[in-house]
């Protein structure tokens, strides 16, 4: 860096840092002369910075807010309060629009040096805003790595554990950060999977960046915005089970689309499908969907599998009864 850019940029922190200097209090110290200094700032307000200055023995230099954000110089401190304050914002949803935090947040962690990383990461698990936040715990570390993989389209690895314990290694490229009710997702395309997932961040872990980018794919704001509403649904829930139907993973998929998630191959022609609701009446519902004729076995526990069994007997009973008589029209008043 030449010295004229260096003391150029040395004049920006002590303009940042200072609300007004005279001429002469920058010519001591920067050790040029004021003639010097004046050039100094004609070059900052060619870089777009908005530097204010008043003639006389009262006058000076003091740093202005312009029309467009200039590049700011930040000291280790303020580099490592703003990288905390905004991986808060982040997990705690503080800032309408959650693209706006994590862009910022990716800008400031890609810089930061690995010391002062380290002390990001420290302080930032212990900062928890009184009365804000009721979801699960957010690693901000791994939300940071996933902001920047999201906006450099680059491949990662991580860990994930299912809400049934079972951890597995993802391969995927991301798309998406979003929050949704109390939880964070990251939407992505899985490349051992072949399709679309969607993953709860606070079960993920250890981010791995390959360094390989790819070419993003297009998913309108409708197809993000239903892939969020599945994962949602797709909490753990009261009444659970698994059916096995007669038709091939490659036909569920087309005909539940984005609600085939969870779908597994359990042989060339049958498939595994959860389902579960807040009850078994909701687990009914579910099942319902799967297409007419196609044949299918479930492992309802009890008491789920009775309550479900009786209301279903009552409900054929009715069918096969004779309809009920009309209902008779009422009386009308004579006018």
Not at 203 to 227: C, I, K, N
Request: proline content about 6%.
């Amino acid at each position: 860096m030449s010295d004229t850019t260096s003391r150029a940029l040395t004049l920006l922190n002590l303009l940042q840092t200072h609300r007004h200097w005279t001429g002469p209090e920058l010519a001591g110290r920067l050790g040029v002369t004021e003639r010097t200094i004046r050039r100094d700032v004609d070059r900052l307000r060619e870089l777009g910075y908005r530097v204010e200055s008043v003639p006389g023995a009262l006058g000076g230099y003091r740093l202005e807010g312009g029309t467009a954000v200039p590049p700011l110089l930040l000291t280790d401190a303020e580099a490592v309060a703003i990288a905390i304050g905004l991986r808060v914002a982040a997990t705690q949803r503080l800032i309408d629009g959650p693209e706006t935090t994590l862009s910022a947040l990716a800008k400031v962690e890609q810089v930061l040096p690995a010391r002062l990383r380290t002390q990001v990461n420290a302080l930032a698990s212990a900062v928890q805003p009184a009365g804000l936040g009721q979801g699960t715990a957010v690693s901000t570390e791994v939300l940071a790595e996933l902001a920047m993989a999201c906006r450099d389209r680059e491949r990662v690895r991580f860990r994930y554990v299912s809400a049934a314990g079972t951890q597995t290694e993802r391969r995927v490229e991301p798309h998406t950060l979003a929050p949704a009710d109390r939880h964070w997702y990251l939407l992505c395309f899985d490349l051992d999977r072949d399709d679309w997932r969607t993953f709860r961040v606070d079960r993920l872990s250890e981010v791995f960046h390959t360094r390989l980018t790819f070419q993003r794919r297009d998913l309108s704001p409708e197809m993000v915005a239903d892939f969020l509403q599945v994962a949602r649904a797709w909490q753990r829930q009261p009444v659970e089970t698994e059916v096995v139907m007669e038709l091939p993973l490659d036909q569920v998929k087309e005909h539940f689309g984005h609600w085939a998630q969870g779908a597994s191959e359990e042989s060339a022609d049958r498939t595994r499908w959860p389902v579960g609701g807040a009850d078994f009446r909701e687990t009914m519902y579910g099942m319902s969907w799967i297409p007419a004729g196609v044949g299918y076995r479930t492992d309802l526990a009890e008491p789920a599998r009775s309550e479900l069994r009786e209301v279903l007997v009552r409900m054929l009973a009715a069918l096969d009864a004779p309809a009920p008589e009309p209902a008779r029209a009422k009386d009308r008043p004579v006018g």
